[in-house]
């Protein structure tokens, strides 16, 4: 993909670290006008449409005429410029995934009159239409208007904390293991405003956005914040919270969800440390890293290392010891500074936390090595001149040829209107610069996409909306064919496979986009010489096959662990084997456009035809073992459409699997306790035949099974149709005798 063309947006961000890679592997750029949604795909598969990304966008937010904000008592010096100006972006931050009803990841937006807009994907959220889904605004408006109804501030402080300027969006946490959690994962924006508050929002995805809490770390404008991720305590979870102010000050709080006796949930905040007083340089990005380490012996062991970038200098604080483990809490601080610059616009931390790719305004970039101490204490970073030299060279090449382009388009135009710009002063013609806006790395870190803008060189440069065009780049953050990356790579899939929760917080996109884009496909190649290909394929058929033994008794009813909605989710998606089946299929997927040899070809098709019976398979035990653990008053309780589709699952498994004796165990108990506890129901009559072709663990015929006679009232059809099934199973009467084809 780093070979394809730059993307070209008609429009560029006005403040630093406006774009954002998201979970579901979606790219967002924050302009005035408009959020330019990005999707990147692979490049083998888009070489006829020559294009990099599949693109779409979320236009100028549409005006609210309701809402005016005033002040009972206003001055000449209190005029409002937001509601002036026409209303556009300022800022936006994307949600963990699965927040939104599609399962998909929402993105919250900040306009530039302070309205707090919540939008989401119709359908797929690469190519579909994004709408708003909710506006938060009218609760902050009761929140802090006088009466609450109709945005009237008593004073300018209660107006100023109204208005919000800044936004992030927390991760997930999930209370399943708690029995009087909410079985969905919950997620907290923070906005801050310009008298200094920051207010704390719980969203669901059923009920939307509610208030939880607030707390006022500054004096003045909240412009910027970021997020650690959730940690469990006992009794509920923290996380901490970093903001900066425009006054040059910075603080870190820490945030408490517990969850009380009725189930609901009490929300604490309070200050951890103030990292910076107030001075003249503000903070641009704040950029947690606050993952588990790779290999460590002990899985709750964090490294929680927040980067703040303050005019040319980044700092990383390190808090050494995590709240609710009985130790102390202190913070470390190093930093890294640049020569004189126009300031950091993008910070992304390598998966592991050693190193930080620092991009800054002017179209400079460095990789710091940020080394730790055996006592967990961050030393002082350093530059990777390797790493940093290689990403630089992309970056290069890349602004060359867009200058040259550029240069190209410029002259064309000149030539269709001699009259206009005749001299190229207008134009900017000439030597340009890049000025970078934002970056971030993708979600396993082996890319970095960066948008700029090309500026001439001169001291003064005149240009107008039309010449506003910013473009988005991508970088490998390694060469290719190095064998550590690959090891590392197949490490942490290996590692990230061993959390059974994986894909309710992750999904196959994310995990997998860039390290498929990563690899070689070389059309004239042996399978074997897919190194990388090979290696994962192999680490993925070892942990598939070792987690496909896993079987619940049908009659362990007490004991089964699927007993609820929620749970019965985690045991579908649970589990490590399938996990990785899924993202082979994946891969499996998005290799079909790709040119490989025939050899390689079929050799993959070997590999990836089995694993779609095997999820279906552990679908149908799943459904079957929620089934029994119904208590016999609930299975007579069931309705005709919950008998049906029992009856039809079970059909369904006599055909599919009648090879795995196991799953045909829990059939027979299916139809025996159908039997024995839906006896009313004319569907009964059909399941003792059913039960007895389950228990001879034979194959009956693969005639066309309908549905005509399935359901409950089947009558004389449906006995008629068991009957014949039951004769062939015994060597009987097959099903055409029985006039059933």
């Not at 807009?117 to 889904?133: D, F, M, T």
């Not at 002082?380 to 382009?405: G, L, N």
């Not at 948008?451 to 001291?459: K, P």
């Not at 024995?676 to 009559?685: D, H, K, L, R, V």
Request: one cysteine or more; a negative charge.
């Amino acid at each position: 993909m780093e070979e394809n063309q730059s993307l070209q947006i008609r429009a560029r961000p006005n403040i630093p670290n406006q774009l954002q890679w998201s979970d579901d592997n979606n790219i967002a750029i924050t302009t005035h006008p408009s959020i330019h949604l990005l999707t990147p795909v692979h490049a083998g598969a888009t070489a006829e449409r020559r294009s990099s990304f599949l693109h779409v966008g979320i236009p100028s937010p549409s005006s609210s005429s309701q809402f005016k904000p005033s002040l009972e008592y206003d001055e000449p010096e209190n005029i409002q410029t937001s509601y002036i100006l026409p209303e556009g972006y300022r800022c936006s931050s994307w949600s963990p995934t699965g927040v939104s009803k599609l399962d998909a990841c929402l993105l919250a937006t900040v306009t530039t009159s302070h309205r707090v807009l919540i939008y989401g994907p119709k359908a797929h959220p690469a190519n579909s239409e994004w709408i708003q889904v909710e506006d938060v605004t009218p609760q902050l408006e009761k929140l802090y208007a006088s009466n609450g109804t109709n945005c009237s501030f008593a004073s300018p402080t209660e107006l100023n904390k109204f208005q919000t300027v800044s936004i992030a969006w927390s991760t997930k946490r999930s209370f399943m293991d708690s029995p009087l959690s909410d079985p969905n994962d919950i997620s907290v924006i923070a906005l801050g405003s310009k008298a200094g508050t920051v207010t704390l929002w719980g969203y669901h995805r059923s009920s939307g956005a509610r208030y939880l809490a607030s707390f006022t770390p500054h004096t003045s404008w909240v412009i910027t914040l970021g997020w650690s991720r959730w940690h469990p305590i006992e009794g509920g979870c923290y996380a901490y919270v970093s903001t900066a102010c425009g006054n040059g000050s910075v603080a870190c709080t820490k945030v408490r969800i517990m969850l009380d006796t009725s189930g609901g949930t009490i929300v604490n905040a309070d200050p951890h440390s103030n990292w910076f007083q107030q001075d003249r340089h503000a903070t641009t990005v704040i950029k947690w890293f606050d993952e588990p380490i790779l290999g460590a012996e002990d899985g709750s062991r964090h490294h929680l290392l927040c980067a703040v970038a303050k005019s040319a200098g980044v700092h990383i604080f390190s808090l050494s010891s995590l709240a609710g483990a009985g130790n102390s809490e202190s913070t470390q601080c190093v930093s890294y500074r640049f020569p004189l610059g126009m300031g950091v616009s993008g910070l992304s931390w390598s998966t592991d936390g050693t190193r930080l790719r620092v991009f800054t305004i002017d179209g400079r970039h460095r990789t710091l090595l940020v080394p730790v101490a055996k006592t967990g204490k961050p030393l002082s970073p350093y530059d990777d001149e390797s790493s940093t030299a290689f990403v630089i060279r992309q970056m290069v090449s890349k602004f060359k040829r867009q200058e040259a382009e550029e240069n190209r388009r410029q002259a064309h135009e000149a030539e269709d209107d001699d009259e206009e710009d005749s001299d190229g002063e207008e134009r900017g013609d000439g030597a340009k610069e890049p000025r970078i806006w934002g970056a971030d790395a993708s979600p396993n870190g082996l890319y970095v996409a960066f948008v700029y803008e090309l500026t001439s060189s001169f001291d003064m440069e005149y240009k107008t909306e039309k010449f506003d065009i910013s473009f988005l780049d991508l970088c490998l953050t390694h060469p290719r064919a190095d064998e550590n990356v690959e090891a590392d790579i197949i490490a942490r899939v290996r590692w990230k496979l061993a959390d059974l929760d994986l894909l309710s917080h992750d999904n196959a996109t994310s995990l997998l986009w860039d390290f498929i884009e990563y690899m070689e496909f070389d059309p004239n190649a042996g399978f074997a010489q897919f190194r990388l290909l090979n290696r994962f394929l192999s680490a993925m058929q070892e942990i598939h096959s070792s987690g496909l033994g896993t079987t619940v008794s049908p009659s362990e009813n007490s004991a089964s662990e699927v007993k609820t909605v929620a749970s019965f989710h985690r045991t579908l998606y649970s589990h490590r084997g399938l996990n990785a089946a899924r993202l082979m299929l994946h891969l499996d997927q998005n290799l079909i456009h790709i040119d490989l040899p025939p050899e390689t070809r079929a050799q993959l098709r070997a590999a990836f035809d089995p694993l779609p019976h095997d999820i279906c398979e552990h679908h149908t035990r799943a459904i079957l073992t929620l089934a029994h653990s119904r208590t016999n008053a609930e299975f007579k309780n069931l309705d005709a459409n919950s008998l049906t589709m029992l009856i039809l699952l079970c059909d369904h498994a006599l055909i599919a699997y009648a090879h795995r004796p196991q799953l045909l165990s829990f059939v027979k108990a299916t139809y025996t306790r159908l039997a024995e506890n839906c006896t009313g129901t004319a569907g009964a009559q059909g399941v003792q035949g059913r039960r007895r072709v389950a228990g001879t663990g034979e194959m009956p015929c693969m005639w066309g099974w309908g549905t005509a006679g399935f359901g409950v009232g089947g009558g004389v059809r449906e006995r008629a149709f068991v009957a014949a099934v039951f004769d062939h199973a015994e060597g009987g009467a097959d099903a055409e005798s029985a006039g059933l084809r």
